[in-house]
């Protein structure tokens, strides 16, 4: 996959428009000032706007999000290095790689085959090394448990117990949470006495979260 200087010169714009937006954790930002998004793009008619700050789709049906969106997500997941991360909803594989570039070790679980098939290939190509797996998002990874950080990228219902368990003592996961038009973006804290904590922090709007392989 070519990276041009001209991408590179757009990634920087790109992060610089999401600064603006509120976006301060500076390893975030500079991950994505390194991820080439435009490889992400599965339309090669959309391939020239990749560096716009939009959500754009992709193969089954679903998007890679907006930028802002993704960065917003992993800066309130407060990602440490060597953390060990569950990704719900590989999609196109671009919040994984951004996770990656964290120093996350990334766990990431598909619904659809052919996203699973495709990002496992894509990102192996970019040297992005995540463990993938194909399956039912709500059920998690019960092997791999606990997990120090869940990112859910796909809007829920409801808050699945069924992660909270795989959370480990300390960690956080980002949820959003609501219809199928709207979301409100959670952040759930565990805390050392085994209380939970959560809280709200704007709406955003995602593809539904599923149960089930498709």
């Known amino acids: 996959m070519e990276d041009t200087y001209r991408h590179k010169g757009l990634r920087r714009k790109l992060v610089e428009e999401i600064r603006k937006k509120g ?4 390893r975030v930002l500079d991950a994505i000032g390194k991820i080439p998004r435009h490889a992400f793009i599965t339309d090669s008619a959309l391939v020239e706007f990749a560096y716009r700050d939009a959500a754009f789709p992709i193969n089954a049906g679903q998007t890679i999000s907006q930028p802002y969106t993704v960065a917003f997500q992993t800066q309130l997941l407060q990602v440490q290095p ?3 991360v569950l990704e719900i909803g590989t999609g196109s594989g671009y919040q994984g790689a951004v996770l990656f570039e964290l120093s996350a070790r990334v766990y990431t ?3 659809q085959r052919e996203l699973h098939l495709k990002a496992q290939q894509l990102l192996g190509q970019l040297g992005y090394k995540l463990h993938f797996f194909y399956g039912d998002g709500y059920a998690g990874l019960p092997a791999y448990a ?6 859910v990228t796909a809007g829920a219902t409801e808050m699945p117990e069924t992660l909270l368990q795989q959370l480990k003592t ?3 996961m980002v949820i959003p949470v609501g219809d199928s038009e709207q979301q409100e973006m959670i952040l759930v804290e565990k805390l050392s006495d085994g209380k939970i904590t959560v809280s709200k922090h704007g709406t ?3 593809v539904p979260f599923l149960k089930g392989k498709s």
């Open 170 to 172: 300390g960690g956080r």
């Open 23 to 26: 976006i301060t954790d500076e």
């Open 204 to 206: 955003f709007a995602f």
């Open 82 to 84: 060597h953390e060990k």
């Open 146 to 151: 606990p997990f120090d950080k869940i990112l």
């Open 109 to 111: 679980i598909e619904r």
